[in-house]
T-cell receptor, first 116, second 113 residues
Framework: EPEVTQTPSHQVTQMGQEVILRCVPI?????FYWYRQILGQKVEFLVSFYNNEISEKSEIFDDQFSVERPDGSNFTLKIRSTKLEDSAMYFCASSDLGTGIHSPLHFGNGTRLTVT | AQSVSQHNHHVILSEAASLELGCNYS??????LFWYVQYPGQHLQLLLKYFSGDPLVKGIKGFEAEFIKSKFSFNLRKPSVQWSDTAEYFCAVIANQGGKLIFGQGTELSVKP
């Protein structure tokens, strides 16, 4: 069964540094998402992406965050200047018709980001 | 705004016990409902989903959930749990008009052998 893959599995960075989290969605999917889960808290929506542009973003997704689909396979999340509170597990997800239209999200294993 | 609440933070059961995890959502319109499971060290996996039709939905690994519209609930059940069901379970909802998936805070299930 095709999977969403994320790299790296664990990223440690210093406060103020830029990080790029990488995801390879399922190949025929058209909708892409980033979610995050701070330790002990619920999974939170960050952003959705379709047709090479952001379709929706949460209030968490401020100017420090950006997403990109640089080629036909990768989908990246960049945090420009990391803060301690960015430490979380970041999940990438993809779907083929968009959530709510008979297409559940398929999630990657997550990247654990630790900001020191 | 949509929200999802899961009643139990941590549930501890013995093998063969029956399981019911509560989930309530707040949204007045048509919703799609999901239960995801996250086994230790693994990614979120879809257990089951409800879009329309029979409100009793069967998923993988013997799980089922019942959508009760009048109660805004979508509780997850399993008649007899196994040690391998130890995981975190997340209820999630999305309005049928599209938009983001909203998760509950999760319920950690520990099954004692």
């Amino acid at each position: 069964e095709p999977e969403v893959t994320q790299t790296p599995s664990h990223q440690v960075t210093q406060m103020g540094q830029e990080v790029i989290l990488r995801c390879v969605p399922i190949s025929n999917h058209l909708y892409f998402y980033w979610y995050r889960q701070i330790l002990g808290q619920k999974v939170e929506f960050l952003v959705s992406f379709y047709n090479n542009e952001i379709s929706e973003k949460s209030e968490i997704f401020d100017d420090q965050f950006s997403v990109e689909r640089p080629d036909g396979s990768n989908f990246t999340l960049k945090i420009r200047s990391t803060k301690l509170e960015d430490s979380a597990m970041y999940f990438c997800a993809s779907s083929d018709l968009g959530t709510g239209i008979h297409s559940p999200l398929h999630f990657g294993n997550g990247t654990r980001l630790t900001v020191t | 705004a949509q929200s999802v609440s899961q009643h139990n933070h941590h549930v501890i059961l013995s093998e063969a016990a029956s399981l019911e995890l509560g989930c309530n959502y707040s949204y007045g319109g048509t919703v799609n409902l999901f239960w995801y499971v996250q086994y230790p060290g693994q990614h979120l996996q879809l257990l089951l989903k409800y879009f329309s039709g029979d409100p009793l939905v069967k998923g993988i690994k013997g799980f089922e959930a019942e959508f009760i519209k009048s109660k805004f609930s979508f509780n997850l059940r399993k008649p007899s749990v196994q040690w391998s069901d130890t995981a975190e379970y997340f209820c999630a909802v999305i309005a049928n008009q599209g938009g983001k998936l909203i998760f509950g805070q999760g319920t950690e299930l520990s099954v004692k052998p």
